[in-house]
């Protein structure tokens, strides 16, 4: 009976360095989202995929974030030449089809990434 | 564009006594649903009730029930007979039905219960 799973639950890198984020779906889900939380803050939704598709990434900063939901495999966020203002918690959440009633939404406990 | 909005940073109560926190929307769908959230200290993202905009009745989950009036867009959340471990980061979220399955936060209010 797993939920969202996510890894690593901390990172830590250097400026510069690159960061990978990986979130495996609940088990029948074909809907991932990735949300950022920065320090004091709400979540704050990033991008929206379905197998091999990005659907929504109107919440992705324009350079350096990139995100992929592969046939196989878990979900990945890719973060590269990291910068210390990246330092956030990254949620991922996977659903079914929103039917429009009662919650079909599921999230992972978060990837908490530190820029040293 | 939608906007969830909480207006208590902060709020504490004692152990056993109820207590609500304030959420209000801004939207101009007919459908759509809300939700809160639970925010440990260990940072997960726990799931606590729903509501929907279609729903009649006011949701209710154990010792969590939402107060729901739709016309004053406005979603808060009750939680009955308090305990020490509630004490946690509340989030309230809005999702708008047939648009991009997005959750919108709020910045959420940090519940403290005292003993």
């Known amino acids: 009976n797993a939920g969202v799973m996510q890894n690593p639950r901390h990172l830590v890198r250097r400026r510069g360095q690159e960061a990978r984020l990986r979130c495996s779906p609940m088990?029948?889900?074909?809907?991932v989202y990735w949300y950022r939380q920065l320090p004091e803050e709400g979540l704050k939704f990033m991008v929206y995929?379905?197998?091999?598709?990005?659907?929504?990434e109107s919440g992705m900063p324009k350079e350096r974030f990139s995100a992929e939901f592969p046939k196989e495999g878990p979900s990945i966020l890719r973060i590269q030449q990291v910068v210390r203002g990246d330092s956030a918690a990254y949620f991922c959440a996977s659903s079914t089809l929103w039917a429009g009633s009662g919650n079909t939404i599921y999230f992972g406990e978060g990837s908490w990434l530190t820029v040293v | 564009a939608q906007k969830i909005t909480q207006t208590q940073p902060g709020m504490f109560v004692q152990e056993k006594e109820a207590v609500t926190l304030d959420c209000t929307y801004d939207?101009?769908?007919?459908?759509?649903?809300l939700f809160w959230y639970k925010q440990p200290s260990s940072g997960e993202m726990i799931f606590l009730i729903y509501q929907g905009s279609y729903d009649e009745q006011n949701a209710t989950e154990g010792r969590y029930s939402l107060n729901f009036q739709k016309a004053r867009k406005s979603a808060n959340l009750v939680i009955s007979a308090s305990q020490l471990g509630d004490s946690a980061m509340y989030f309230c979220?809005?999702?708008?039905?047939?648009?991009?399955?997005?959750?919108?936060f709020g910045k959420g209010t940090k519940l403290t219960v005292n003993p």
């Open positions: 995929l379905q197998k091999e598709n990005i659907i929504d």
């Open positions: 979220a809005h999702k708008v039905k047939g648009g991009s399955e997005k959750l919108v």
């Open positions: 939207t101009s769908d007919q459908s759509y649903g």
């Open positions: 088990k029948g889900h074909s809907h």
